[in-house]
């Protein structure tokens, strides 16, 4: 049980730092640093940068809180 515990522990701290990854992605193409790929409808569109912002909060504060467990 605590195997299992522990692997959806790491899944789930995957997914959070998937999330912030991904959410920053948004933010830089919403502001239009990042302009790849060049068909993206998210590029220079800044609802994409908050959307981004707010993903990227939700997958730190699920790695937050995981951090904050044992066990």
Same mark, same amino acid.
């Given at each position: 049980m605590e195997s299992l515990r522990s692997l959806l522990r790491v899944l789930y701290? *995957? /997914?959070g730092g998937l999330m912030v990854f991904s959410g920053l992605f #948004? *933010? /830089?193409? %919403? /502001? %239009? !640093?990042?302009m790849w790929p060049a068909d993206s409808f998210m590029l220079a569109d800044r609802a994409w940068t908050l959307y981004g912002l707010i993903w990227a *909060? !939700? %997958?730190a504060g /699920?790695? #937050?809180v995981l951090r904050g467990r044992r066990g």
């Open positions: 701290m *995957a /997914l #948004w *933010a /830089l193409q %919403g /502001l %239009g !640093i990042i *909060a !939700i %997958g /699920l790695i #937050w």
